[in-house]
């Protein structure tokens, strides 16, 4: 899989496990997009951060090593997005 279709998945991904791990009314949530600061936009908490994690590792069906995550990785949608999507293309 190339790097951007790794990161192409992982975005729509990211998409589709975020609002769960949320749980918040819709309506209330800024709309989500690569520039969504995870902390500052989205309000999440370090555990809710995991549980994101956690649920990215069963819809992708891959081993997220979060040993390696770095502050900067988890700012942003769009770097989270290129940190699993780099993981991935390393482990293919």
Known sequence: MSDSAARER???SIYVV????????????????????????LSMTSVAALELMLGLED????????????????A?????ADFIAGQMTVAD
């Open 59 to 74: 819809v992708l069906d891959i081993q997220i090593d979060v040993e390696e995550i770095q502050p900067d990785d988890v």
């Open 18 to 41: 975020l609002p769960r791990v949320l749980a918040a009314d819709p309506a209330g949530r800024p709309e989500l997009s690569e520039k969504t600061r995870l902390m500052e936009d």
């Open 76 to 80: 942003y949608l769009g770097g989270l």
């Open 10 to 12: 992982v975005m729509e």
